[in-house]
């Protein structure tokens, strides 16, 4: 054995006590570890329209992950939120991909003041309009969907 590794600290009996256990408990440990830090990154939007942009296509394409890192996460949003989800998992596969193909129609972006802008959009699917509210909260650009309630009222 050449003399590095002989003085090297990890090479005696106390090294060959754990090496096992290193084996069986924290090489499995780190693996799933790193498997469960999995979660996605998304950008965060630069504007008001970006984040409208963001939340709208997330939407339409079902991946609600990416859709709720856009949400402004009050009670409200997130209770129209997981409605909005379950009314889009209880379409047909069919339904599914007519919306993740559909085409972002914005009608009327424009801000009300520095930080709030209203986005009004329809999708090329369904010609609906619909309109949200990109609200700045701590410096970032999120969707308040109850601006969805107004105009419900309004009609």
């Not at 970032?140 to 109850?146: F, G, Q």
């Amino acid at each position: 054995m050449p003399a590095c590794i002989k003085n090297w600290p990890l090479t005696g009996p106390i090294f060959l006590y754990f090496c096992p256990m290193v084996k069986k408990i924290l090489l499995p440990a780190l693996l799933l570890l790193a498997a469960c830090n999995d979660s996605h990154t998304f950008k965060k939007a630069e504007d008001a329209q970006d984040a409208g942009r963001e939340f709208i296509r997330a939407s339409l394409d079902g991946n609600y992950e990416k859709a709720s890192f856009y949400l402004y996460a009050d009670t409200t949003n997130k209770m129209m939120f997981n409605k909005w989800k379950k009314d889009y998992d209880r379409l047909g596969p069919e339904a599914q991909q007519k919306y993740k193909d559909a085409e972002i129609l914005p009608v009327d972006i424009h801000p009300l003041n520095d930080s709030v802008t209203s986005y009004t959009y329809a999708n090329s699917y369904k010609k609906d309009t619909t309109t949200i509210r990109i609200v700045r909260v701590k410096g970032e650009w999120m969707v308040d969907l109850k601006e969805i309630i107004y105009h419900q009222n309004r009609r």
